[in-house]
């Protein structure tokens, strides 16, 4: 027993431990995005390994490691390379970043930077209604590889996965509704909740549709007995001599 409540618990964490061994193993992105009335600001975390797999970052002096200096000279490229992958569409309109930056966050003993941060920002004009995000940075160089995000509204926060760049939509969609942010799933299929309730209510309505037509046929019906009773005429019975009775009257004749 106790053999069992330990694999048990070994499974538990292995599946727990999964997805973070999955980030940290080399292929995603993450982007923190941040909504306001005014303007949405958008903050991607990426691996440095995976801008050289891009051929964003360079390793100039051949020493096999990247140095402060190759980082600075690579930051118009990373900022390139970056804004391409990203987009942003506001109800319908697709938006340009009016300031972007990169930064750096480095390790304890760590000579070159382990995260770069790219940081896009963008001015709402309209009052926001439909929202469309769109990274597919590094989707080409890793079958793997995923783009994770987390948005925020107030207090109020959604995480989320951009879907793939060739499928429909190209990004996260987000419907904001009385100040209520809402992620619209993409690919919706049969066993999509949305499509439950709509299958619920329709099946529900037909219930009813069904109960209705046989209380009425039932009304029906006996409107129709009662009629039929009331036009059938009375007959009287007739009345019958019990054999027994038949058998004694012969005998007393013959």
Request: proline fraction near 4%; charged fraction near 20%; include cysteine.
């Amino acid at each position: 027993m106790t053999k069992k409540i330990w694999s048990a618990l070994l499974a538990i964490s292995l599946f727990g431990a999964a997805p973070t061994y999955a980030k940290e193993s080399g292929s995603f992105t993450h982007t923190s995005a941040r909504l306001t009335a005014e303007r949405l600001t958008l903050e991607i975390e990426a691996l440095p390994h995976m801008l050289q797999k891009a051929q964003v970052l360079r390793d100039l002096d051949g020493s096999g490691q990247m140095s402060q200096a190759e980082f600075d000279h690579a930051k118009a490229e990373i900022l390139s390379y970056a804004q391409k992958h990203l987009g942003v569409t506001l109800n319908a309109r697709a938006l340009r970043a009016d300031s972007a930056a990169v930064r750096y966050r480095f390790q304890e003993a760590s000579a070159a930077p382990t995260r770069i941060y790219v940081t896009c920002s963008y001015a709402l004009l309209l009052k926001p209604e439909h929202l469309l995000v769109r990274n597919d940075m590094f989707q080409e160089l890793a079958a793997a590889h995923k783009n994770y995000g987390t948005i925020t509204n107030g207090n109020q926060s959604i995480d989320f996965e951009f879907p793939l760049n060739t499928s429909a939509p190209e990004g996260a969609e987000f419907a904001l509704t009385s100040g209520t942010l809402e992620l619209i799933a993409s690919g919706a299929t049969w066993y999509s909740p949305a499509m439950l309730w709509l299958g619920a209510g329709i099946g529900g309505l037909a219930l009813l549709a069904v109960i209705a037509y046989f209380r009425k046929w039932a009304r029906r019906h006996a409107r129709r007995q009662k009629r039929k009773q009331r036009a059938a005429p009375a007959i009287a019975p007739v009345a019958r001599t019990p054999r027994r009775h038949a058998y004694e009257l012969e005998n007393v004749l013959s």
